[in-house]
Nanobody, 119 residues
C-alpha cells in the first residue's frame, strides 16, 4: 500500500514560481514512473510531466521550458519546479505513481494541491 503526500501549492502572481513536492510512502516496486497531472475547472485532466527512476523526463508542450520535474529515489519523492507561472497554469495539481512488476500495475494518486496564478 502506497500513499502520496503533496505539498507546495498556493497563490502566486503571474511570473512567479512555486515548487511542488510529492512523497510516496509504503512499499514500491523498482519499476515505476512518477509524474504530475493537473485539472482546471471545466477541463479534462492533463499530463504535466513525468520522470522515470533513471531520470528520463517528458513534459507537456505548454509547460516545457518553464517547469522542471525531478525526483529523489532515496526519499521516493518527486518535485515540480514551476517558473514563469501564467494564469492558465491555475489548476489542481495531482501527483501520480505508476508502479509495476511483470503484469502487475498499481496506479496511485495524491490528494491534489491547488495552484492559483493571479494578480
Amino acid at each position: 500500500q502506497v500513499q502520496l503526500v503533496e505539498s507546495g501549492g498556493g497563490l502566486v502572481q503571474p511570473g512567479g514560481s512555486l515548487r511542488l513536492s510529492c512523497a510516496a510512502s509504503g512499499r514500491m516496486f523498482s519499476n515505476n514512473v512518477m509524474g504530475w497531472y493537473r485539472q482546471a475547472p471545466g477541463k479534462q485532466r492533463e499530463l504535466v510531466a513525468t520522470i522515470t527512476r533513471s531520470g528520463s523526463t517528458n513534459y507537456a508542450v505548454s509547460v516545457k521550458g518553464r517547469f522542471t520535474i525531478s525526483r529523489d529515489n532515496a526519499k521516493n519523492t518527486v518535485y515540480l519546479q514551476m517558473n514563469s507561472l501564467k494564469p492558465e497554469d491555475t489548476a489542481v495539481y495531482v501527483c501520480n505513481l505508476k508502479d509495476w512488476t511483470g503484469s502487475t500495475l498499481l496506479d496511485y494518486w495524491g490528494q491534489g494541491t491547488q495552484v492559483t496564478v493571479s494578480s
